[in-house]
């Protein structure tokens, strides 16, 4: 079965400071998506980067970037020059490919991040 | 605890069909979430309830789609009539109190022929 494991639930870096997140999942698949999502006081999830299983190179979105080790089946996300609005839960997602049908998703329990001024 | 518990796992229907998704949240949890998720648009907050009660329905795409939680143990997502466009994995989440960490139950995929 695919789990994933986000092993620290609570994270707190400095402003402007780099913090990085680590997510480890599980699974026998071969081609697969990985997220990371935020979640702020809102409640709404919102995707911050997005990497394909088969794409060797880490994905990155502006001050995020992503550290995929594939073997280790790691996917670590870093923040770097951490500002105030960074602050929320961020949450690790692993996506099953199937077919015509759509994707299932599995998420880890999440690492509540504080910025401190 | 078993978690969150949704129900049908998987649910193919035809256009213009009504559907059904339910979800049974964690015993003692007194915020549900109900979220769509799609590749092209993420997870989306559809809307919410605190002890039964709907506090925030603003996600809710249109008339088509409504929410109830009769009690503390139960909720559905209705969508009627459903269209192909409606299809994606759908959530419920839930957790003890507002700001921690909300657990996911498995989802539904809905496919809308």
């Known amino acids: 079965a695919q789990t994933v494991t986000q092993s620290q639930p609570e994270m707190s870096v400095q402003e402007a400071e780099t913090v990085t997140l680590s997510c480890t999942y599980d699974?026998?698949?071969?081609?697969?998506?990985l997220f990371w999502y935020k979640q702020p006081p809102s409640r709404q999830m919102i995707l911050v980067i997005r990497?394909?299983?088969?794409?060797?190179q880490n994905a990155t979105e502006n001050r995020f970037s992503v550290n995929f080790q594939k073997a280790a089946k790691s996917f670590s996300l870093k923040i770097s020059d951490s500002q105030l609005g960074d602050a929320a839960m961020y949450f690790c997602?692993?996506?099953?490919?199937?077919?015509?049908?759509?994707?299932?998703?599995?998420f880890g329990t999440g690492t509540s991040l504080t910025v401190i001024p | 605890d078993a978690g969150v518990i949704q129900s049908p796992r998987h649910e193919v229907t035809e256009m213009g069909q009504e559907v059904t998704l339910r979800c049974k949240p964690i015993?003692?949890?007194?915020?549900l979430f109900w979220y769509r998720q799609t590749m092209m648009r993420g997870l989306e907050l559809l809307i919410y309830f605190n002890n039964n009660v709907p506090i925030d329905d603003s996600g809710m795409p249109e008339d088509r789609f409504s929410a109830k939680m009769p009690n503390a143990s139960f909720s559905t997502l209705k969508i009627q009539p459903s269209e192909p466009r409606d299809s994606a994995v759908y959530f419920c989440?839930?957790?003890?109190?507002?700001?921690?960490?909300?657990?996911f139950g498995p989802g539904t995929r809905l496919t809308v022929l």
């Open positions: 699974t026998s698949e071969s081609d697969y998506y």
């Open positions: 997602a692993y996506a099953r490919l199937l077919s015509n049908t759509g994707n299932q998703f599995y």
């Open positions: 015993s003692g949890h007194d915020y």
């Open positions: 990497q394909e299983a088969y794409k060797q």
């Open positions: 989440a839930s957790s003890m109190v507002w700001g921690t960490s909300p657990f």
